[in-house]
């Protein structure tokens, strides 16, 4: 049994709790030997970590706790950095998600020009992070989960000596749903970045089945945080593959920004009342384990994903795993440092790709390129400040594109986020 130290920065988050769930679910392989829960929000450092040692102690784990706002402290001695942090917290996703309807652009947290601000915010505090790893604890492992997973994991590998993976909860879900119709001894192909991802094969005692599951309209569950539009028979027969729910935002533009303009809340503001409600049940000094309502927020199988792929580290279990990591050539379309979204065996060394048979899908290829320079250009914005690369960025991403809109939007929602955004107003 590895022993191991684990530091979680943005420990407030309401999805803490299935994080330790997911670890007593795994202690026969992990020993948690200390777990610091660090988050300058007091009050729900303070709320959600006591359920969590609550938890912890009834579960009868001996382990060391800390719950701090200072980042130095918690890194000390950590094998393990997950982060989970929303810079600006929900009112913040509110901002991103309200502002661009008003351009009639989609406001999404993690997509679009809302994910793009959420990226110029979220960059500078994961450099200050990374310095600290790499200043404190230059031998862990850094599991990122904060959003955008993709965009902030591509910051970390490509400009920072932390080891780090990128993870999201997306491609678990769909795979577990593929195999409920396939058989869970069906072999899945899984590609794309991430939330902009496809299965591309389901095959199965030789047998390619995918053709037959998307003549029968299957499409995978879709996320709790999305309003799910579906994919047409048509949708499915022209791109030839399963595309996860998020391509919704792609292919069912119009739709989702009516949904945007006449719902009466945003999904900020059920988050927002999700996690009050959360946060009153977790106060409970009686409550030792994660409530129902947790399921409500998009996390689904979160824990699953976080500590199989520190158990496989840890244990140097060498099992395949979706994450988000560099390319290195296995996708020839791609540069060989763009993080990408693949299957990964997972052992002590990190993650090593596994092959993909050749990709000749033009529309994944052309989709996956123009959205990768988007990233490219957002991760040089956030780095450096340049409104020449975010409008580059907007540019080229497909949910904004038009000049005047992107100018615009992206005027408001940079003064709206001043205090996050320090590398373009503190020159």
């Not at 001996?62 to 980042?71: A, G």
């Not at 080891?163 to 749903?177: A, E």
């Not at 991430?194 to 995978?220: A, C, Q, Y």
Request: aromatic residues 8%.
């Amino acid at each position: 049994m590895k022993e191991i130290n684990v530091a979680v920065i943005g420990s407030g988050s309401t999805y803490c709790p299935e994080l330790i769930d997911g670890f007593l679910k795994a202690r026969d392989s992990l020993k948690l030997k200390k777990i610091s829960f660090m988050d300058i929000d007091e009050r729900k450092r303070t709320i959600v970590g006591d359920l969590c040692i609550r938890m912890l102690e009834k579960a009868g784990v001996d382990c060391e706790t800390l719950l701090t706002d200072d980042l130095d402290t918690a890194l000390q001695g950590a094998d393990f950095v997950v982060t989970q942090i929303r810079v600006g917290k929900l009112p913040a996703r509110y901002l991103d998600e309200t502002i661009p309807v008003k351009y009639d652009l989609i406001g999404q947290e993690t997509t679009g020009i809302g994910g793009f601000f959420k990226a110029l915010r979220t960059i500078p505090v994961i450099k200050n992070i990374c310095d600290r790893i790499e200043a404190i604890c230059p031998n862990a492992w850094l599991i990122n989960f904060t959003n955008p997973s993709g965009i902030v994991t591509d910051f970390v590998l490509n400009n920072t000596n932390v080891k780090c993976i990128g993870l999201c909860n997306v491609p678990i879900d769909m795979i577990d749903d593929t195999k409920e119709i396939s058989g869970e001894d069906s072999e899945i192909t899984y590609l794309g970045l991430n939330h902009l991802s496809w299965i591309t094969s389901v095959r199965k005692d030789g047998k390619e089945l995918l053709p037959e599951m998307i003549k029968s309209g299957f499409s995978p569950k879709v996320m709790a945080n999305i309003k799910d539009d579906g994919f047409s028979l048509e949708t499915l027969a022209a791109i030839n593959a399963i595309p996860s729910s998020y391509l919704q935002y792609y292919y069912c533009r119009d739709a989702k920004l009516k949904h945007l303009k006449s719902g009466e809340k945003c999904r900020a503001e059920v988050c927002m009342e999700i996690e009050e409600n959360l946060l009153n049940i977790y106060s409970d000094v009686n409550l030792y384990v994660k409530p129902a309502l947790l399921d409500k927020r998009g996390g689904h199988k979160y824990s699953l994903v976080a500590v199989s792929l520190i158990d496989a580290i840890a244990n140097d279990k060498n099992d395949v795993q979706v994450v988000n990591i560099k390319n290195n050539g296995t996708l020839p379309f791609m540069k060989d440092d763009d993080v990408v979204e693949i299957a990964a065996r997972i052992g002590k060394d990190g993650a090593k790709p596994v092959p993909i048979e050749e990709v000749t899908n033009r529309h994944i290829i052309g989709l996956m390129q123009v959205v990768k320079e988007y990233e490219r250009f957002t991760v040089e914005a956030a780095k450096t400040g340049s409104e020449t690369a975010a409008l580059n960025a907007l540019l080229i991403h497909p949910l904004v594109g038009d000049w005047e809109k992107a100018l615009n939007c992206f005027n408001e929602m940079k003064e709206a986020h001043k205090e996050f955004l320090p590398q373009f107003f503190n020159k």
